[in-house]
């Protein structure tokens, strides 16, 4: 991504007197017109960039401009780094890879002892238990395609289990409820609208650009995002005690009393077949008690459960 690239660069030209632009665009995997663009950006932010003509020449930093490399705290490392680890182990990039070595190499051998006694402390790891190489691959595929702004092509199955070929152009990856979702521009929807990674099939880059549009920072209001996978609902469940911790972990803040021995939630959840699934997985420790509907939609499963097994 160019930020983590723009860090990078700036701490090779920290720690060389100079370096020539087609070397980094080796190292970055990109053109060297891209690179005198990021030198530009990086001399536009205050830092003095000049370039040195001749057999020896190169990029490198103004002579007599000092930046402080430890102008982070120690913490602060820790926290940078802790995220990119996290991020790494799930979306497996090699730029967060290269850029938490340069900013290990910015430091000397007391700070990397204090950095990795500090990153210790908070692990952020955001990869699933079992190995899941294709969701992987579908990420690095549309980090790519985000990146070059070049369009998505591929077969999406939809929460009412429609499918559909949809051309799409890639604006962000978005990690929510332990789940990855693109945000695009939809050709056949002419809107913005979030697709779940887990849906994506036939995943395919075209390679004419686009025109990136305007996209806010924050695309969507979550409330959307639900409406798009499901109109949401509003629940009021009961479980029994023996399911408290569970409760706890899938609930948290959505616990509202308790009632004659029962566990109590209310909560909003989009009213699809993954909801039906996971009030299924209770089993007999759960009870809908609104709305009607839901509460009649998981009886008529249960009996079909029942004359499965009869």
């Given at each position: 991504m160019k930020i983590d690239r723009l860090v990078a660069i700036l701490v090779i030209l920290l720690g060389k007197e100079r370096v020539q632009a087609k070397d980094l665009a080796e190292k970055f995997e990109v053109s060297v017109r891209t690179i005198l663009r990021d030198i530009e950006a990086i001399n536009q932010a205050g830092i003095p960039i000049v370039t040195f003509q001749g057999a020896n020449g190169g990029i490198g930093i103004a002579e007599g401009y000092r930046l402080d490399k430890s102008v982070l705290t120690a913490d602060e490392m820790a926290a940078i780094i802790s995220t990119l680890q996290g991020?790494?182990?799930?979306?497996?990039?090699?730029?967060?890879?290269v850029l938490m070595d340069k900013l290990k190499n910015s430091l000397t051998m007391p700070q990397l002892e204090t950095l990795d006694n500090k990153l210790n402390r908070i692990v952020?790891?955001?990869?699933?238990?079992?190995?899941?190489?294709?969701?992987?691959?579908?990420?690095a595929v549309i980090l790519s395609a985000i990146e070059t702004c070049k369009p998505l092509e591929f077969s999406y199955n939809d929460s009412g289990g429609v499918k559909?070929?949809?051309?799409?152009?890639?604006?962000?990856?978005?990690?929510?409820?332990?789940?990855?979702?693109?945000?695009?521009?939809c050709t056949l929807r002419n809107n913005f609208r979030y697709f779940r990674v887990s849906r994506l099939a036939e995943l395919v880059t075209l390679e004419a650009p686009f025109i990136p549009r305007q996209v806010s920072p924050q695309p969507l209001p979550e409330?959307?995002?639900?409406?798009?996978i499901g109109t949401p609902v509003e629940l009021?469940?009961?479980?029994?005690?023996?399911?408290?911790?569970?409760?706890?972990?899938f609930f948290r803040e959505g616990i509202h009393s308790r009632r004659?021995?029962?566990?109590?939630?209310?909560?909003?959840?989009?009213?699809?077949?993954?909801?039906?699934?996971?009030?299924?997985?209770?089993g007999a420790g759960v009870e809908v008690i609104n709305p009607p509907h839901i509460r009649q939609k998981m009886a008529e499963i249960a009996t079909e459960i029942s004359q499965i097994y009869q």
């Open positions: 991020i790494d182990g799930a979306v497996n990039t090699r730029t967060h890879a952020i790891d955001l990869s699933p238990w079992q190995d899941d190489a294709a969701t992987r691959e579908k990420l559909t070929r949809r051309t799409v152009e890639p604006y962000s990856l978005i990690l929510k409820a332990q789940n990855w979702y693109v945000y695009a521009w409330r959307q995002l639900l409406n798009q009021e469940l009961a479980f029994i005690e023996e399911l408290e911790s569970i409760v706890e972990e004659g021995g029962r566990i109590i939630v209310k909560t909003t959840m989009p009213e699809n077949r993954g909801v039906l699934g996971l009030l299924l997985s209770f």
